[in-house]
């Protein structure tokens, strides 16, 4: 069983900062691809930040230069800063990590956290 638990959302005004957390806990054999996505209502989930295997990073157009990813294999962890932000960036944000458990070491499965809102508005 592998858990995502994830922290630091909140409200914050307009170009204020924020930093989101996700910790993955369980019997993890290796982590591969690390990411972050957000749902705002009405909308599909998209993806905001993608860590690749070999560390290189991708971001969604809107959030380059604002949003900053990044991944700790050997900790499990991933995390979000996110800086000057926006209205538009209101949504509940979700960690992912593909992760390999030691049950089953070479097929790694997508683990999703709970979920944290975030909310920009003065």
């Known amino acids: 069983q592998v858990q995502l638990v994830e922290s630091g959302g909140g409200l914050v005004q307009p170009g204020g900062s924020l930093r ?10 290796r982590t591969y691809d690390m990411a972050w996505y957000r749902q705002a209502p009405g909308n599909q989930r998209e993806l905001v930040a993608h860590i690749l295997i070999g560390g290189s990073t991708k971001y969604l157009d809107s959030v380059k230069g604002r949003f900053t990813i990044s991944g700790d294999n050997a900790r499990n962890t991933v995390a979000l800063q996110m800086d000057s932000l926006k209205p538009e960036d209101t949504a509940v944000y979700y960690c992912y990590l593909r992760i390999a458990t030691w049950l089953d070491r070479l097929n790694p499965s997508d683990y999703w956290g709970q979920g944290t809102q975030v909310t920009v508005s003065s």
Do not use: N, Q
Not at 20 to 29: E, F, K, N, Q
């Open 20 to 29: 989101l957390s996700c910790a993955a806990s369980g019997s993890i054999y």
